[in-house]
């Protein structure tokens, strides 16, 4: 059965991402879901320093391993 957008729970798919981030040793702190748009289900990824940045990119980069 294909997912839709109405399917996924943005709150479930923020602590799925942040449990991926942190197996990477990636933290990033204003990971949130956007209340202000609860139609559009948006998953904030907040600002960020730029080393946390350049992991996240690293760990991208090299498919998830950082």
Do not use: H, N
């Amino acid at each position: 059965m294909a997912t839709t957008d109405q399917d996924i729970d943005p709150y479930a798919v923020m602590e799925v991402l942040r449990a991926a981030l942190a197996g990477a040793g990636i933290v990033l702190p204003s990971l949130s879901v956007d209340a202000a748009s609860p139609a559009l289900r948006l998953v904030d990824l907040g600002r960020v320093r730029c080393d946390v940045a350049a992991r996240l990119a690293q760990a991208l980069q090299q498919g998830g391993r950082a």
